[in-house]
């Protein structure tokens, strides 16, 4: 990682997958609850973006963060605010679509079965 943070605002599905697993970073999932109960990570962290300004404090501030939604857009304006705050923050590029994709694991609750679409 070249240090105790990554040097881009950036991550690939697959190195976000790497340094996760490696439990180098913490991942935050800032969906809503409903797309979490349909496929999410083992790794996240879920606070919603509808509820990160009141739950802040739950953040890490010595982990590298790397934040992940459904697509990357969310995940990229929650990733800029943090970065803003001086969180060390990175985007998980194509979300959790990209995450599936890669074959990083997921785990499926009572939403509908299938691929992350």
Do not use: K
């Not at 973006?49 to 501030?61: C, G, K, V, Y």
Request: aromatic share 6%.
């Amino acid at each position: 990682m070249g240090g105790p943070y990554l040097s881009e605002d950036e991550v690939s599905a697959a190195r976000a997958h790497e340094i996760v697993a490696a439990g180098e970073a913490w991942l935050l999932d800032v969906r809503e609850a409903y797309e979490w109960e349909e496929v999410r990570s083992p790794e996240a962290h879920l606070i919603p973006l509808s509820q990160l300004q009141d739950r802040h404090d739950e953040l890490p501030e010595d982990r590298q963060i790397l934040v992940i939604c459904h697509s990357g857009a969310r995940s990229r304006m929650v990733t800029d605010a943090l970065v803003r705050a001086d969180f060390p923050a990175a985007n998980v590029a194509g979300g959790m679509i990209a995450w599936e994709s890669v074959g990083a694991p997921i785990e499926r609750g009572a939403g509908p079965a299938g691929a992350v679409s």
